[in-house]
């Protein structure tokens, strides 16, 4: 990603969050009640809050949590095209790897964006060594 000003980053995060939940609407009726983008050099993250529906909430209580966390990543990978290009065409970058998690208590939903040439997703001779990182 080309060096931004702090005001730029915060505009393509507000917008790629706000698209994600228009997105997430539109699609399951009922989006997030909050939401933050985070980019950086090798991935975007989008953290969502409140953004499982009454039926999930309902089937959670009822025992059914697998079944919820199960839908929630059958659901993800449908929508893995439109949400890849909303990062994508405000990024500037492609999106080389999507991975996705929801918990229900609390509530809380994440996109995750690896982005072409993260220092993560070069070949192992050009990766600095990992032992290093935390």
């Given at each position: ?45 989008v953290?969502?809050?409140e ?49 996705s ?8 939903l ?22 290093h990182?935390?």
């Amino acid at each position: 990603m080309e060096q931004l000003s702090g005001l730029q980053v915060e505009g393509k995060a507000a917008t790629i969050s706000r698209e994600v939940v228009q997105l997430l609407k539109q699609r399951m009726g009922r989006g997030p009640t909050k939401a933050r983008t985070y980019l950086n050099n090798e991935c975007v993250l989008v953290l969502l809050r409140e953004g499982h529906t009454p039926s999930e909430q309902t089937m959670f209580e009822g025992g059914g949590a697998r079944s919820v966390a199960q839908s929630r990543v059958d659901i993800s990978e449908m929508l893995r095209e439109p949400l890849v290009d909303i990062v994508e065409e405000h990024t500037g970058r492609k999106v080389e790897g999507f991975l996705s998690s929801s918990q229900q208590d609390p509530d809380l939903l994440d996109f995750v964006f690896v982005l072409e040439n993260s220092p993560l997703t070069q070949s192992e001779d050009a990766a600095p060594d990992a032992s290093h990182s935390a």
